[in-house]
Nanobody
């Protein structure tokens, strides 16, 4: 069992920055690929970013490329999402997710992941 707890969400003006953290516990963190997803009101949950076990392979949704950066610290059992140049359309609940995976894999689909956090609200006001 893996427990995931997100933090770092909040209210920010459009153009601002936030850094989300997701702390994992329960298993060997470095065995897991990690992903960030988000869900806006009245919309389905969508992929944001993913990172493989060692942190050298990342994937991003087109809508956040160049603005968001996913990273991980396996010594701290934590994955991060640095969000810059936030837009009002980035407003959503952000979820981190985990799945035990092989070295180079980092999934981009919701069904790729097995463990999920409870989410943290990000609001970018224009």
């Amino acid at each position: 069992q893996v427990q995931l707890v997100e933090s770092g969400g909040g209210l920010v003006q459009a153009g601002g920055s936030l850094r989300l953290s997701c702390a994992a516990s329960g298993r060997t963190f470095s065995n897991y690929a990690m992903g960030w997803f988000r869900q806006a009101p009245r919309k389905e949950r969508e992929f944001v970013a993913a990172i493989n076990r060692s942190g050298d392979i990342t994937h991003y949704a087109d809508s956040v490329k160049g603005r968001f950066t996913i990273s991980r610290d396996n010594a701290k059992n934590t994955v991060y999402l640095q969000m810059n140049s936030l837009k009002s359309e980035d407003t959503a609940v952000y979820f981190c997710a985990a799945v035990r995976a092989s070295g180079s894999w980092a999934g981009t689909k919701e069904y790729d992941y097995y463990y999920w956090g409870q989410g943290t609200q990000v609001t970018a006001s224009s």
